[in-house]
């Protein structure tokens, strides 16, 4: 069977997706981003047709719509799904040989991203298509351990068409690219915003040139002589530094550190 069978959504004249129809006037005048969107069937070609703001903006009230954090209605969940079925269904094709039963995989796990994972700010399918697929490695068994030695390790069927996608062995990543990608992410994601993103870097820099120990301060960021050094720069007091600072590392940590490899 399909994803899309899978999740009920392969009729457009569905139970949910008819109940979609009928609600879609009403989300309309209450969401703005899908005033001059189409219901469906015509949906998924006026997102490819129109501006990307405008197609993100349409995606993003759905996914506020049908997340149990926003509006909670399982109809604006599954118009949802039911645009990213063609991305969700390349996902499925391209880890077939992880499991034999990857359709329903891939739309159980698009089900509960969309109707509970964090609700994306923008870039909506890609946010959601790739929590798709790092909730689907984890639910089979590939992941990467958090704060070890094998940190860059990643689990994987010998068989398996993602050793394609696996970096080169031979090419080593520096921990300032890994932390470039980290921030990068963590800002696009919507889990600290551009100026917590400065000041880790600002702190990274000045507790990088300082005398003191790494191991006091989280990993130095907090430490006096890097946080009085910026609070100067900043005109801010070093209180105020370093709870930015605990905010900003325990967002990162609630976000990313959850890719565990089961025992």
């Known amino acids: 069977m399909s994803v899309a069978a899978m999740l ?14 009928t609600r879609w006037s009403g989300w309309c005048v209450d969401h703005p981003g899908l005033d001059c969107a ?3 069937p015509s949906l998924r070609q006026w997102l490819l047709a129109c ?4 197609a993100d903006g349409a995606l993003a009230a759905l996914a506020n719509l049908g997340n149990c954090r926003g509006g909670g209605d399982p109809a604006a969940a599954a118009v949802l799904c039911w645009t990213l ?28 991203e969309v109707r509970s994972g964090r609700i994306p700010a ?9 929590n798709v697929r790092k909730g689907v490695l984890r639910h089979l068994g590939v992941g ?10 990643m689990l994987v069927d010998p068989t398996s068409r993602l050793w394609l996608d696996l970096p080169n062995p031979d090419r080593h990543p520096t921990a300032k690219a890994e932390l470039e990608d980290l921030l990068e992410r963590a800002c696009r994601d919507g889990v600290i915003d551009l100026d917590d993103c400065r000041l880790l870097v600002r702190l ?6 300082g005398a003191g120990p790494r191991r006091a301060g989280r990993g130095g960021l907090t430490a006096s002589a890097a946080t009085t050094v910026v609070s100067a720069e900043l005109g801010i007091s070093g209180r105020t530094v370093r709870r ?14 959850v890719e565990t490899v089961p025992a």
């Open 8 to 21: 009920g959504l392969d009729d457009p004249d569905s139970e949910l997706l008819a109940q979609a129809q």
């Open 38 to 40: 189409p219901s469906l």
């Open 51 to 54: 501006a990307p703001d405008q």
């Open 85 to 112: 079925l063609p991305g969700a269904s390349t996902l499925a094709r391209g880890l077939a040989t992880l499991c034999p039963d990857i359709d329903q995989v891939v739309a159980s796990q698009l089900w509960i």
């Open 122 to 130: 923008r870039h909506v399918a890609a946010n959601v298509l790739r």
């Open 144 to 153: 990467q351990p958090v704060g070890s030695r094998c940190d860059t390790a």
């Open 204 to 209: 990274a820099r000045a507790s990088g040139t």
């Open 244 to 257: 930015r600072v605990q905010r900003s590392l325990t967002a990162l940590a609630a976000a990313y550190a």
